[in-house]
């Protein structure tokens, strides 16, 4: 029996999708390859959000096409359909699958049913995005928005569950953008936007939670937060809300949605509703015409908000974004400057989150190698792994 493996980089949606391809592979009678360097047949599922993405991902196609036993190679994912003709002059051997789904049957019928080697389940509900956030590279690679039907997705967690899996990560290039579609005509039932699916997906008479991995701020309405609240069992006190940076004049820059009072009085109503929320945020830093004043306005902002923690990402040009034709780069040592400050805030920022709940109790489900995550995005050590969700009392070595 031939053997396959996949290496996946980069985000939920890429993760669920891998999980859709391997399926697809034991269906037809491969067998998955412990090891890389075992494998007849290499996936690469990749990523183009950052540069980095893509010299990882170059550097693992460098490495198997020196592979004696010469597997076949295949790569697919955003970079695949960001750098094709790069990637087809520079490694002839290695068949590039601009259109993932053809690695997967019908996405829409065809569900995963397992996620080995994870105890928390991603479930993509949503694809594409039209934003064009200019320092985004996502809308010309995913720009189909799309949206899953919701009996499939209900038939996918309760398969899930049925398979053991206690959380639910409900993932998307755009989750708020689930079903806000015009022409709603190949849709029966009519609309269904995030917070009407969470809802439904909340009354499967089934143990489980769901968390939602990342949502836009202007995407979050009042009855999310009012069945956030509602629900403490059952929808994941966590909401990672971008926030890209405090400055008003980066925001407009990076043509975001939102100025910094709007973001303040949207999570200040949220943090109202759901005092024990963790809000985290992505943040960039050195945006080409962040200026130290800016850049100050960023650090004084994340100071005055009660963030969990923070994902902070150093810019870097993405070739075809807005962004990359701008003047008034920031100089990379600056950028790595600014992001140490980053750092130092985020650090403090965790350990304040987390002394809040020392000694508390709190939800949690299995994290894999004796860790626990609390619903509210805490991760603490068990004695053993266990299943279902169970209760936890948060220790001083818990960490966010
Ligand atoms: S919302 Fe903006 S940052 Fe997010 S995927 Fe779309 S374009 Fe990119």
Not at 233 to 240: D, E, F, M, N, Y
Request: with cysteine; charged share 30%.
């Amino acid at each position: 029996m031939q053997k396959y493996y996949i290496k996946t980089f980069g985000c939920k949606v890429n993760q669920y999708e891998s999980r859709l391809i391997s399926e697809k592979f034991k269906n037809d009678n491969f067998s998955a390859a412990q090891d890389i360097s075992e494998a007849d047949i290499i996936i690469f599922n990749s990523c183009t959000v950052t540069a980095q993405a893509d010299k990882e991902c170059e550097y693992f196609l460098r490495k198997v096409s020196k592979f004696p036993h010469k597997p076949q190679i295949y790569l697919t994912g955003c970079m695949a359909k960001n750098k094709a003709d790069y990637i087809k002059s520079v490694f002839p051997n290695i068949k590039v699958i601009t259109n993932k789904a053809e690695l997967y049957s019908d996405a829409a019928t065809q569900s995963v049913n397992t996620f080995d080697g994870r105890s928390r389940a991603f479930l993509k509900i949503q694809d594409g995005c039209d934003s064009f956030c200019s320092y985004c590279i996502v809308p010309y690679v995913r720009n189909e928005l799309w949206s899953k039907p919701p009996d499939a997705v209900f038939s996918e967690i309760k398969n899930l569950i049925k398979n053991g899996f206690s959380e639910i990560v409900l993932t998307g290039i755009h989750v708020g953008k689930y079903f806000k579609r015009e022409n709603l005509e190949k849709d029966e039932g009519g609309e269904l936007n995030f917070s009407g699916l969470l809802e439904k997906i909340i009354q499967i008479p089934l143990n489980f939670r769901v968390r939602i991995s990342s949502i836009e701020l202007n995407e979050i309405d009042d009855k999310l937060i009012r069945l956030m609240k509602e629900n403490p069992q059952k929808i994941c006190r966590h909401l990672h809300i971008p926030l890209q940076s405090g400055s008003d004049g980066v925001l407009k820059l990076m043509n975001r949605r939102y100025g910094s009072e709007t973001y303040r009085e949207k999570t200040n109503k949220i943090l109202q509703a759901l005092p024990d929320l963790a809000l985290t945020a992505d943040i960039i830093t050195g945006f080409p015409g962040e200026t130290d004043e800016r850049h100050n306005e960023t650090v004084k902002f994340i100071s005055e908000t009660s963030f969990a923690r923070l994902h902070i990402f150093r810019y870097s040009d993405r070739n075809g974004t807005r962004a990359s034709r701008f003047e008034n780069k920031v100089p990379p040592e600056i950028i790595k400057k600014r992001s140490i400050e980053l750092f130092e805030i985020d650090a403090k920022k965790r350990k304040e989150f987390i002394q809040k709940f020392i000694g508390t109790k709190r939800q949690a489900a299995n994290a894999g190698k004796n860790k626990a995550l609390t619903d509210n995005y805490i991760t603490q050590e068990i004695p053993y792994a266990k299943n279902g969700i169970f209760e936890v009392t948060i220790a001083k070595e818990a960490v966010i």
